[in-house]
């Protein structure tokens, strides 16, 4: 139907005549002049329809915006003053001859030629005409591009593109699982995979040795931000290595990425253990480009009466840290009062809070609501410690450790980019050496990565001290975001099940949920390890989107819905009789 693509005409053309498809982005009355610019995928070209040329001159002036236009006509150049150099196709326009509607539109819901405010929802539910905005086409083809390019690296490095089930048993990664109702074995349900982690462990112990797939991952959590219920893992196995060596390839990966598409070079990774990312950074995920860190200052606070800061001080699972602002004595009471706002989001109290004037005259020149209670005495000790210079404020965090970590954290995020801190573009680092284990809120154990993580130790040491065992886990982050993550495998069945108990699920619910595992474990399992990365979040941050449904073709809401389809939909009770499920009357609130 055509000879080229709209957006690849250009001068060399000039002078030939040329037949295109695509869509009409504006249409234009000149006087007796109608021009038209059509858009493809590859770009936008002008066309000129004369009076003169009467029937095409019709079919022209009565076409609307995002009618399906085939054109047929001669280039020629521009006149001169009237070139534009932001387009390919910008030194030339097309003489239209022949113009065939091949389909017509109905106006828009929203405008593709300008700009235009419209809510997420309408885009959502317009989706597929959303996706013709240039910025949706540019985020997908870069998508593709990098998905090409993984494919090719892990290819040349010898891993095999296999493909795992969708409809399994639970994988779990510490989300709710989807579930798909059995029709032929009623009562009996499928689980979408959280990711494809044990079948990719079990091609191992087939002895594929090094497996890649860009795979679905399914995770019915709760609502939080930039989430999606389905999204795309790069996920990577290897048998017969270490950390050292599929850290590597994955950073190297990582790096070859960045270096073609966008022409940076990321450097080598830092290495970071776990510990020290929480208390230097309130986060297992710090964002290095921010030059602030938090430093403890509970040991000047211990024996003070303020109970706001002596408890947590001498609370062993307690925290107070400080968090010194350069240039922070700038903020208003007003923005301070955001902050707290801010940081009670993470379960903080309180943002207590010192404002550096005039160091070289102590207490006096300081400026707080809080030194009355610290004492001036340990106010001085701590601004020693952390270096408080004229203009600086420091913010206090004191509460449960985690609390602590969390609120500051973030604090430290919002900050640095509130006040532009960012000391470089690109920030990554490895983070090493997790924990095991985390306390849930019952108070029982559960796993950080996941609970086929290999720890640091023998089954004897790990059950003898779960609660500080470390494991075999890392994690990339890059600018504060977690782009993936891994582990060393438990390649034993007396580990593995050493790990179950700690978590505390019985022999029977071992046999039932992992059975096929724990067989396997015993038939030659070799030592393996992998990781996966977040492609959706991978694309965002290279292509600088705002959340991860810009860069994903046909998202969910934040409430996990489809608006488009409107997607969960309710199914005809006879759907329901197939797979046996009988709908309980809907709650009423
Ligand atoms: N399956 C893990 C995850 O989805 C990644 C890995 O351990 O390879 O987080």
Same mark, same amino acid.
């Given at each position: 139907?055509?000879?080229?693509?709209?957006?690849?005409?250009?001068?060399?053309?000039?002078?030939?005549?040329?037949?295109?498809?695509?869509?009409?982005?504006?249409?234009?009355?000149?006087?007796?002049?109608?021009?038209?610019?059509?858009?493809?995928?590859?770009?936008?070209?002008?066309?000129?329809?004369?009076?003169?040329?009467?029937?095409?001159?019709?079919?022209?002036?009565?076409?609307?915006?995002?009618?399906?236009?085939?054109?047929?006509?001669?280039?020629?150049?521009?006149?001169?003053?009237?070139?534009?150099?932001?387009?390919?196709?910008?030194?030339?326009?097309?003489?239209?001859?022949?113009?065939?509607?091949?389909?017509?539109?109905?106006?828009?819901?929203?405008?593709?030629?300008?700009?235009?405010?419209?809510?997420?929802?309408?885009?959502?539910?317009?989706?597929?005409?959303?996706?013709?905005?240039?910025?949706?086409?540019?985020?997908?083809?870069?998508?593709?591009?990098?998905?090409?390019?993984?494919?090719?690296?892990?290819?040349?490095?010898?891993?095999?593109?296999?493909?795992?089930?969708?409809?399994?048993?639970?994988?779990?990664?510490?989300?709710?699982?989807?579930?798909?109702?059995?029709?032929?074995?009623?009562?009996?349900?499928?689980?979408?995979?959280?990711?494809?982690?044990?079948?990719?462990?079990?091609?191992?112990?087939?002895?594929?040795?090094?497996?890649?797939?860009?795979?679905?991952?399914?995770?019915?959590?709760?609502?939080?931000?930039?989430?999606?219920?389905?999204?795309?893992?790069?996920?990577?196995?290897?048998?017969?290595?270490?950390?050292?060596?599929?850290?590597?390839?994955?950073?190297?990966?990582?790096?070859?990425?960045?270096?073609?598409?966008?022409?940076?070079?990321?450097?080598?990774?830092?290495?970071?253990?776990?510990?020290?990312?929480?208390?230097?950074?309130?986060?297992? =995920?710090?964002?290095?480009? !921010?030059?602030?860190?938090?430093? *403890?200052?509970?040991? %000047?606070?211990? #024996?003070? &009466?303020?109970? +706001?800061?002596?408890?947590?001080?001498?609370?062993?699972?307690?925290?107070?840290?400080?968090?010194?602002?350069?240039?922070?004595?700038?903020?208003?009471?007003?923005?301070?009062?955001?902050?707290?706002?801010?940081?009670?989001?993470?379960?903080?109290?309180?943002?207590?809070?010192?404002?550096?004037?005039?160091?070289?005259?102590?207490?006096?020149?300081?400026?707080?609501?809080?030194?009355?209670?610290?004492?001036?005495?340990?106010?001085? =000790?701590?601004?020693?410690? !952390?270096?408080?210079?004229?203009? *600086?404020?420091?913010? %206090?965090?004191? #509460?449960? &450790?985690?609390? +602590?970590?969390?609120?500051?954290?973030?604090?430290?995020?919002?900050?640095?980019?509130?006040?532009?801190?960012?000391?470089?573009?690109?920030?990554?680092?490895?983070?090493?050496?997790?924990?095991?284990?985390?306390?849930?809120?019952?108070?029982?154990?559960?796993?950080?990565?996941?609970?086929?993580?290999?720890?640091?130790?023998?089954?004897?040491?790990?059950?003898?001290?779960?609660?500080?065992?470390?494991?075999?886990?890392?994690?990339?982050?890059?600018?504060?975001?977690?782009?993936?993550?891994?582990?060393?495998?438990?390649?034993?069945?007396?580990?593995?099940?050493?790990?179950?108990?700690?978590?505390?699920?019985?022999?029977?619910?071992?046999?039932?949920?992992?059975?096929?595992?724990?067989?396997?474990?015993?038939?030659?399992?070799?030592?393996?390890?992998?990781?996966?990365?977040?492609?959706?979040?991978?694309?965002?941050?290279?292509?600088?989107?705002?959340?991860?449904?810009?860069?994903?073709?046909?998202?969910?809401?934040?409430?996990?819905?489809?608006?488009?389809?409107?997607?969960?939909?309710?199914?005809?009770?006879?759907?329901?009789?197939?797979?046996?499920?009988?709908?309980?009357?809907?709650?009423?609130?």
């Amino acid at each position: 139907m055509r000879s080229h693509y709209c957006g690849e005409i250009t001068e060399q053309l000039v002078d030939q005549t040329v037949t295109f498809c695509g869509w009409v982005h504006r249409r234009r009355d000149h006087g007796g002049v109608i021009f038209l610019d059509v858009r493809d995928r590859e770009g936008l070209v002008q066309v000129v329809f004369d009076p003169d040329t009467v029937d095409a001159f019709n079919t022209a002036d009565s076409v609307r915006s995002e009618f399906v236009v085939q054109i047929t006509g001669r280039v020629r150049a521009r006149p001169a003053g009237s070139e534009n150099d932001n387009m390919t196709t910008g030194k030339i326009e097309i003489l239209g001859k022949e113009i065939n509607i091949l389909n017509k539109a109905n106006t828009p819901p929203f405008p593709l030629d300008e700009y235009s405010p419209v809510g997420e929802d309408v885009r959502l539910k317009y989706r597929y005409m959303d996706l013709r905005r240039d910025e949706m086409q540019h985020n997908l083809r870069f998508r593709h591009k990098v998905t090409t390019q993984i494919r090719n690296i892990l290819d040349q490095q010898g891993f095999l593109d296999i493909e795992t089930p969708i409809l399994t048993r639970a994988t779990p990664e510490g989300a709710r699982d989807y579930l798909v109702p059995s029709r032929t074995h009623q009562g009996s349900f499928f689980a979408l995979p959280q990711s494809p982690q044990l079948f990719k462990q079990l091609l191992m112990v087939s002895g594929f040795d090094r497996y890649y797939q860009i795979a679905k991952c399914f995770r019915d959590e709760d609502l939080r931000a930039d989430r999606q219920p389905e999204f795309t893992q790069i996920d990577m196995e290897a048998s017969f290595i270490e950390e050292k060596d599929i850290m590597g390839a994955a950073e190297t990966m990582i790096k070859d990425i960045f270096k073609q598409q966008m022409d940076i070079d990321l450097g080598e990774f830092p290495h970071m253990p776990y510990s020290e990312a929480m208390s230097r950074f309130g986060s297992d =995920k710090p964002d290095l480009r !921010i030059p602030m860190e938090l430093v *403890d200052v509970a040991e %000047f606070l211990q #024996d003070i &009466e303020f109970k +706001v800061f002596a408890g947590p001080a001498k609370d062993p699972k307690g925290r107070v840290a400080a968090l010194k602002v350069p240039g922070g004595a700038e903020l208003s009471r007003k923005q301070i009062d955001e902050y707290t706002k801010y940081v009670g989001i993470y379960g903080a109290k309180g943002l207590a809070w010192i404002k550096v004037n005039e160091i070289e005259k102590g207490v006096e020149g300081l400026q707080s609501p809080i030194i009355k209670f610290i004492g001036d005495d340990n106010t001085m =000790k701590i601004m020693e410690k !952390i270096d408080a210079k004229n203009g *600086d404020i420091v913010f %206090f965090g004191a #509460d449960k &450790e985690t609390i +602590v970590n969390e609120a500051l954290g973030a604090l430290r995020v919002k900050l640095g980019l509130d006040l532009n801190m960012l000391t470089r573009e690109w920030a990554p680092l490895w983070v090493v050496d997790f924990p095991m284990f985390e306390e849930t809120s019952e108070g029982g154990l559960t796993a950080i990565h996941h609970p086929f993580t290999a720890p640091s130790c023998s089954p004897e040491e790990l059950k003898a001290n779960p609660a500080t065992a470390l494991s075999r886990a890392y994690d990339m982050v890059l600018n504060g975001t977690e782009l993936g993550g891994g582990s060393i495998r438990i390649h034993d069945q007396e580990m593995q099940k050493t790990v179950f108990e700690i978590l505390n699920i019985s022999e029977e619910e071992q046999r039932e949920k992992f059975g096929f595992l724990l067989d396997a474990l015993q038939f030659g399992a070799p030592p393996h390890g992998g990781l996966a990365f977040g492609l959706d979040r991978l694309i965002m941050l290279m292509t600088g989107a705002e959340s991860i449904r810009e860069v994903i073709a046909f998202p969910k809401t934040q409430s996990a819905a489809c608006v488009m389809t409107a997607a969960p939909g309710e199914v005809p009770a006879k759907n329901l009789r197939e797979v046996g499920i009988q709908l309980r009357a809907k709650e009423t609130k």
